[in-house]
């Protein structure tokens, strides 16, 4: 169980989306916390936010920075559309003037630069602002100058205690650029945020945020995904469905088509997770698309993820088998998203599929698994994300339904990469096989965890008409290899039908 904050009044917001979250709460006022991370992983911006959070409530606030200009951090605000009104900048950074032979020791030498001067820069600007919020920009800089690991511990605890003393709640940041890998800061600050920057083999790079320390609050530990947008930082805090446990009444969603019904035993259980498996092209997204349609005509609201098929492609061949999705996003009960994979993270696909349940959606489709998995190759434990997702789902009675696609067409060596019973509660199988000259199509239920349903394997058809479940195939054997054998006498009686 997760352990709530219950004193919200002592924390600062950060101002950063889902970082308050992790966080507990925020930032505990009048403390100092360590911002670590390599050049490029936001830090400066993320410092910015904190800021501008803190201009936003009528707090006075001030940016100390030894290494970037006013310019250059005007220059981060404008991209992302922000202005440095109400944002005091101290930059204590050296001037051209070091450049002249006469000071050219001081480039060969930093332990001869007064660190009094600097330090007493920093406490004359704490004093004419008199801030709640304070930044220092980097801890590099401020080692660099100290030299000695000994003088530059002494100089963070000072800093640190004055700043506690005026009432001020700051950031430290630390690019590790310094020649040391020293860590010793860790241990003086009350909190620890690192910012990982991690390359991809393809697509863009993914950022992730960790706590590492905060001392007295129970934050939310593990990696989070971030990203960098027009507008600052975005933290996706990582999914932990045994905090959300609720419980709801459970009723079954109907597909509309009867047969399908029966053959599911009365439908689809709320709260459950099924997956539709089978080979490419045996109307899987079509009874997804169903299944979403007959949700809408009542009034129930849905969300379609897909992760290979164009929106547009769906729409069109649904409306062919007249299932009007448009109508549905039309009357703001559907919404539909495209997700690009190369560009999005583990993470902030959660955090979407979990927006669309607190907008009201009862109907999650997620096309397709196999689509996810090769979405973000170089990722581990995506399947354990998904398990979390889908649990968290179920506690919150939302029906959830998965496209698996199976490797092959025909034949007993069709395989998936999806483990079907860690992930699933319940399997809908599609498959092709022969019949008098024709490649056509069944169904049948595998699993349901949830009540009992047919084992029947029946016939499946799609049409004008739209889709279809027909009789049960009890003439035949060996549907599921694709090639069975059957009583060739009773042949019309199912396939009398000229879409059959």
């Not at 940041?173 to 009350?190: E, I, K």
């Not at 560009?343 to 907008?359: I, K, L, Y």
Request: negative net charge.
């Amino acid at each position: 169980m997760e352990i709530q904050n219950s004193d919200t009044s002592r924390f600062l917001s950060t101002g950063v989306p889902g970082l308050d979250t992790i966080l507990g709460g925020g930032l505990t006022s009048d403390r100092l916390f360590l911002i670590e991370g390599e050049p490029g992983t936001g830090k400066t911006t993320l410092a910015l936010q904190f800021l501008y959070e803190g201009v936003r409530r009528g707090e006075s606030v001030i940016y100390i920075t030894l290494a970037e200009t006013r310019v250059e951090l005007k220059a981060v605000a404008q991209s992302h559309g922000w202005s440095m009104d109400g944002i005091h900048v101290e930059d204590i950074i050296p001037n051209e003037n070091i450049l002249h032979p006469d000071h050219q020791f001081t480039i060969f030498h930093p332990s001869e630069i007064e660190m009094g001067m600097t330090t007493q820069r920093i406490l004359d600007a704490i004093e004419k602002y008199k801030p709640t919020r304070v930044v220092l920009d980097s801890l590099s800089e401020l080692q660099l100058l100290a030299e000695s690991p000994l003088r530059y511990r002494r100089q963070v605890l000072a800093l640190k205690q004055y700043l506690s003393g005026k009432g001020c709640t700051t950031l430290f940041l630390d690019d590790r650029t310094a020649l040391s890998g020293d860590l010793q800061v860790r241990s003086v600050a009350h909190g620890v945020i690192t910012l990982e920057l991690i390359n991809q083999d393809y697509g863009s790079e993914r950022r992730r945020m960790r706590i590492v320390k905060y001392r007295g609050i129970a934050f939310r530990g593990g990696s989070h995904d971030y990203k960098i947008v027009t507008g600052g930082l975005v933290v996706f805090p990582r999914l932990i469905a045994a905090h959300t446990r609720v419980h709801t009444e459970r009723k079954q969603l109907s597909s509309g088509i009867a047969q399908l019904d029966a053959l599911t035993g009365g439908g689809l259980d709320e709260g459950t997770s099924t997956l539709l498996s089978g080979p490419p092209g045996t109307g899987k997204s079509s009874l997804c698309a169903q299944y979403v349609y007959a949700a809408t005509q009542r009034g129930q609201k849905a969300a379609m993820f897909l992760f290979e098929e164009a929106a547009n492609n769906l729409l069109l061949r649904s409306t062919g088998l007249g299932i009007d999705l448009q109508g549905a996003i039309d009357s703001g009960l559907l919404t539909i998203k495209q997700i690009d994979p190369a560009e999005m993270a583990p993470g902030e696909f959660m955090q979407s599929v979990t927006d669309a349940e607190a907008g009201g959606a009862r109907v999650i489709v997620i096309d397709s698994l196999n689509g996810y998995l090769k979405a973000m190759p170089d990722e581990r434990f995506l399947a354990t994300h998904m398990h979390e997702l889908l649990t968290y789902l179920g506690q919150r009675g939302v029906v959830t339904i998965l496209v698996g696609v199976q490797a092959g067409v025909i034949g007993s060596n069709m395989s998936t990469t999806v483990d079907a019973s860690y992930i699933a509660d319940s399997v809908i199988m599609l498959r092709y096989f022969e019949a008098r000259g024709k490649v056509r199509q069944a169904i049948s239920v595998f699993k349901k965890r949830v009540g009992l349903h047919e084992r029947t394997i029946r016939l499946f058809s799609m049409s004008s008409k739209g889709i279809q479940v027909g009789e049960v195939l009890t003439s035949f054997h060996g549907i599921l290899t694709g090639v069975p054998t059957f009583d060739d006498s009773q042949c019309h009686v199912l396939f009398d039908d000229e879409n059959g």
